[in-house]
């Protein structure tokens, strides 16, 4: 329960500093600073002390495509304003919120069946590619990303948070229950995406959380990575120095090329 707890503070706290972050920098790097390797830290360490190394393996192998679902998630709040023209936030939500969930339970269904026939590494590998190059496609024409001019309440940052926790400390419980994919799931439900959606939306408006979404998107690659390297460097190394490995090396790997790409797509088309 200790874990559980402190996994979920941990991961309430990093929600509301993403906020902040895309508010105060905008939608480039507030995207991606926002989706640096933070609620994933606690959730692979709560997972490993609860379930161990093998059920560490099995869901951090599915957190790419759960990644990639989420990226599909946040496209849909750039796609679906386009389709309907003016959508009001109440709408987006509903609509958002169903597309997850309706490709949450077909990829469940499929990536349970994948892991009869394939590693778990060969899944998480997919599940990465597949992001990147939806990422790349997303911002190969950047969408304009502006600074907020207003402030988040402090009522939406505590909602934002206590969302986020909730959803790590979910996944930790599920862990330690022996439901590695579903515990997968949980940590990557969309509580950061939609609670950034919703409270830039209420406090600037559309063109904010819209004009990140593109950055996140890819930015959320450097979570994928995280995943693929946790089975490894937890067991290996402990979860200090492990965890310490794994956030180095996808930020070094994801975030900063990340970054880099969308600086250089935002320069091509200025």
């Known amino acids: 329960m200790q874990t559980i707890i402190l996994s979920a503070l941990f991961a309430g706290f990093v929600a509301v ?6 508010e105060r920098w905008g939608g480039i790097v507030g995207g991606v600073l926002g989706t640096l390797p ?17 059920d560490l393996a099995t869901s951090m192998s599915l957190i790419p495509f759960w990644m990639l679902l989420n990226a599909l998630f946040v496209a849909s709040w750039v796609v679906y304003p386009r389709m309907k023209g003016d959508v009001s936030l109440g709408r987006m939500i509903i609509v958002s919120l169903g597309f997850w969930t309706i490709l949450a339970i077909l990829m469940t ?4 069946e994948a892991l009869n026939y394939f590693s778990e590494f060969t899944v998480g590998i997919a599940g990465f590619v597949s992001l990147v190059g939806l990422g790349l496609w997303m911002t190969w024409i950047p969408i304009k990303a ?3 001019k207003n402030s988040v309440t402090k009522q939406v940052l505590v909602m934002r948070g206590l969302a986020a926790a909730t959803a790590i400390g979910v996944a930790v419980q599920f862990s330690s229950m022996g439901l590695p994919i579903i515990a997968g799931l949980a940590s990557v439900f969309p509580a950061i995406f939609l609670t950034t959606m919703v409270a ?14 593109g950055p996140m998107m890819l930015g959320g690659s450097s979570v994928a990575m995280y995943s693929l390297i946790a089975p490894w460097a937890l067991p290996e190394y402990g979860i200090y120095t492990g ?7 996808s930020v070094l790997l994801t975030s900063l090329p990340a970054y880099s790409w969308l600086s250089w797509r935002k ?4």
């Open 146 to 148: 502006p600074k907020g």
């Open 38 to 54: 933070t609620t994933i830290v606690p959730a692979a360490i709560g997972m490993y002390l609860e379930a161990g190394s093998e």
């Open 200 to 213: 830039l939306w209420m406090a600037q408006g559309a063109d904010v959380p819209t004009g990140a979404a």
């Open 109 to 112: 269904i499929s990536l349970s």
């Open 267 to 270: 320069r091509l088309t200025a």
């Open 17 to 22: 500093l993403v906020t902040i972050a895309i």
């Open 243 to 249: 965890s310490a490995i794994c956030w180095l090396t």
